[in-house]
């Protein structure tokens, strides 16, 4: 059985600094792994590497066996077509740090763009669908209040939501939590625990260390553009194998 | 014979309510042509190749520092001697689309530059296409973003319709003129004309205003 999800090597740059020095992670699936590591690591980047948002300059990312962003023709490796990349896109569901809503759309409008416009679903389908996921995350009531009504824990339900609803293979959580008002947070958590036992396969690049511990079956620790260590939670939190992650998890809060 | 103003507007009438046509039909058509090639001044000066970019870039600085009067008078005077021949009404709107092209890309550009990049990433993220992303989630925005100085550019546009007057054009402002020169009631024809712009301009702005509350998102 292929993997999930298979990075191998994956090199980044901006410019003349390299973020990502050879990156290697394979994910099955129902995963769920925790990346976790100080700003300016590349866990970010990395997750971004997987739906394209970045550009990679080496190595290979596939979901299911199918090459993302890429491809190697007579040996010259060149991007894909946009409207490749764009439905390759739509294999991974992803949240954003700042939510990133549109401003102009309700709740349930916001579900509902994507599978309108890229699932091509009916409006009725995708009302209902809409209504469905929103429901999941526990704003079936709010379904036409614009984001700007919306408190950010709440506009961070409606973006996992409309991720979700596109039945995406993999979920990417890039810090999902971090923009929030501390009594925000768990109601977020709360939601991507909920997927998580459903089976949902997912990447989560967060700072809620408690969270990692708790929700995840694996945990990436990163560190220089490197996968630093990694293992299960129990393991990793508890008997940190490498000095880097020792000294990481004593500066950062687990409670 | 001491005839009042009154008397001598009715008299005048015919010439100053085609005059107001005129006007309004120089405003309307330099608006709209100069919008649509606006939009894509805008989108050129965002999305175009960096050399289509430089040249776009030039074109709306050049027309942006150069005179509206200068643009009305080079485009009836100077377009004659390199064979394009247009009459005083197409050469005086063709300078007003142009100028007010480069103005609306600005418009478009700024609008467009204001939108938070994470709009377009999570646009990609869920799969959509360029086209649909500008579509669904870019121009939406951008257009309410850019309408108020929008309906500021088309106000001005009819202010900057009086300057065909200059090339003949049988415009408001030429036509009350001619009744000055007839009448000597200078003072209230320039009040009156003015009042007719002025009633013009407002009903564009009130427009606008209706459009910015039609289209406002609750927050």
Sequence with gaps: ????????????????????????????????ISIIGSSGSGKTTMLRCINMLEEFQGGTISIDGQEIGYETVGGVRRRKPEREIARQRALTGMAFQQFNLFPHMTAAGNVMLGLVKVKKMSRDEARGLAEKWLDRVGLLSRKDHYPGQLSGGQQQRV???????????????????????????????????????????????????RFAYEVSSRVIFMNQGRIGEEGNPREMFLKPKTERLAEFLKTSTFN | MDFGFLDQLWVARIPLLKGLGVSISISLLSIV???????????????????????VRGYTDFIRGTPVLVLVLASYYVLSTVGIDLGPFQAGVLALAVFCSSHVG??????????????????????LTFPQTFAY???????????????????????????LSIIGVGELLLRTQEVISRTFMSLEFYFFAGFLYFVVNYGIERFGRYVERKTAVPS
């Design chain 1, 159 to 209: 973006a996992i939501a409309r991720a979700i609803a596109m039945n995406p293979k993999l979920m990417l959580f890039d810090e999902v939590t971090s923009a929030l008002d501390p009594e925000l947070v768990n109601e977020v958590l709360q939601v991507i625990k909920g997927l998580a036992e459903d089976g949902m396969s997912m990447l989560i690049v967060t700072h809620e260390m």
């Design chain 2, 137 to 163: 989630v870019l121009g939406p925005q951008a257009l309410r973003q850019a309408l108020p100085a929008w309906v500021n550019t088309a106000a001005e546009m009819v202010k900057a319709s009086t300057l």
């Design chain 2, 33 to 55: 042509a100069g919008t649509v090639l606006g939009i894509f001044v805008g989108l050129a000066l965002i999305y175009a190749y960096r050399p289509v970019q430089w040249l």
């Design chain 2, 106 to 127: 600005e418009l478009v550009r700024g609008a467009l530059q204001s939108i938070p990049k994470g709009q377009t990433e999570a646009a990609k993220a869920i799969g």
């Design chain 1, 1 to 32: 059985m292929t993997n999930l999800l298979e990075i191998r090597d994956l090199h980044k740059r901006y410019g003349t600094v390299e973020v990502l020095k050879g990156v290697d992670c394979s994910m099955r699936q129902g995963d769920v």
